[in-house]
């Protein structure tokens, strides 16, 4: 019972120490912004300023930051999900982190 412990524990510390290798990188906010300046801006209000989107059914980043619930994580699956008013886009993952990261900024 004893080493199995040890194993586990053992297990449990290497994967500790091995775990910052493997987790997901942070995006960056300004190359989000830039990124929602150029793909977003064409139907979405981006910037925190911004009065109303180009598109009436296109809400406004900042709205949708301060949506209770709107979490990174459920930013993400929406950048993800096909909408029937929204074109689908082929962003890469550091894409989409970039974009949640900008988000995170109009909270």
Known sequence: ?????????????SLALISPIFSQEMGDAKRG???AKTVCAECHAVERDQAGSRNRNAPRFQ????TPGMTPMAFMVALRTSH?????FALKNQEIDDLIAYFSTLK
């Open 84 to 88: 029937r008013e929204m074109p689908n």
């Open 33 to 35: 912004e830039e990124l």
């Open 1 to 13: 019972m004893k080493s199995i412990i040890t194993v586990v524990f053992a297990g449990a510390a």
């Open 63 to 66: 709205t949708l930051a301060t």
